[in-house]
């Protein structure tokens, strides 16, 4: 290479530059939103909510042709001590709020706390419906409880046929 030391000079430069131009890219590319992803259990569906605007949670439909037993269940992240801090788990993770209709859309269940498995000191803000239905339709609206606790946590969905 001491032969054609332009050539070297040309090639680190070249490296250089491409290296400058990559980590520009990445540094002011727009990242992907995340979004709400739901699979298909043997006994429902689980869902990674993804609420970036309160009061625009993802909604979800279902039909029942005869009474059944409906629960759906939250499981967030955040914790009791970092409710609206703006910090630690309140800078990614939702207070979840659940909203149940009817066809005609009249609110029939909503719940923003009562989940059996929040405890007071690290669970407190998780979500339960459980309700038995008769049969019809319904929309579900899974949502944050205000502008300041908007972020992801998880949904569990058991009985029914639903559409995700």
């Given at each position: 290479?001491?032969?054609?030391?332009?050539l070297?000079?040309?090639?680190?430069?070249?490296?250089?530059s491409?290296?400058?131009a990559l980590?520009?890219?990445?540094?002011?590319?727009?990242?992907?939103?995340?979004?709400?992803?739901c699979?298909?259990?043997?006994?429902?569906?689980?869902?990674?909510?993804?609420?970036?605007?309160?009061?625009?949670?993802?909604?979800?439909?279902?039909?029942?042709?005869?009474?059944?037993?409906?629960?759906?269940?939250?499981?967030t992240?955040?914790?009791?001590d970092?409710?609206?801090?703006e910090?630690?788990?309140?800078?990614?993770?939702?207070?979840?709020?659940?909203?149940l209709?009817?066809?005609?859309?009249i609110?029939?269940?909503?719940?923003?706390?009562?989940?059996?498995?929040?405890d007071?000191?690290?669970?407190?803000w998780?979500?339960?419906?459980?309700?038995?239905?008769?049969?019809?339709?319904?929309?579900?609206q899974?949502?944050?409880?205000?502008?300041?606790?908007?972020?992801?946590?998880?949904l569990?969905?058991?009985?029914?046929?639903w559409?995700?």
């Amino acid at each position: 290479m001491a032969r054609f030391p332009r050539l070297k000079k040309s090639c680190q430069v070249g490296s250089r530059s491409l290296l400058v131009a990559l980590l520009a890219i990445v540094w002011f590319a727009p990242s992907a939103p995340a979004e709400t992803v739901c699979e298909a259990t043997d006994d429902g569906w689980d869902c990674t909510i993804v609420v970036d605007t309160y009061n625009e949670g993802p909604q979800f439909t279902f039909v029942l042709t005869e009474e059944t037993e409906v629960t759906i269940r939250t499981y967030t992240s955040l914790t009791c001590d970092d409710w609206e801090t703006e910090t630690g788990t309140d800078l990614y993770a939702a207070d979840p709020i659940l909203y149940l209709y009817d066809d005609q859309e009249i609110l029939l269940y909503s719940d923003d706390d009562s989940a059996e498995h929040n405890d007071g000191t690290n669970f407190c803000w998780d979500a339960l419906i459980s309700q038995t239905l008769p049969a019809g339709s319904y929309v579900l609206q899974a949502d944050a409880y205000n502008e300041a606790t908007t972020g992801t946590y998880s949904l569990e969905i058991f009985g029914g046929e639903w559409t995700v």
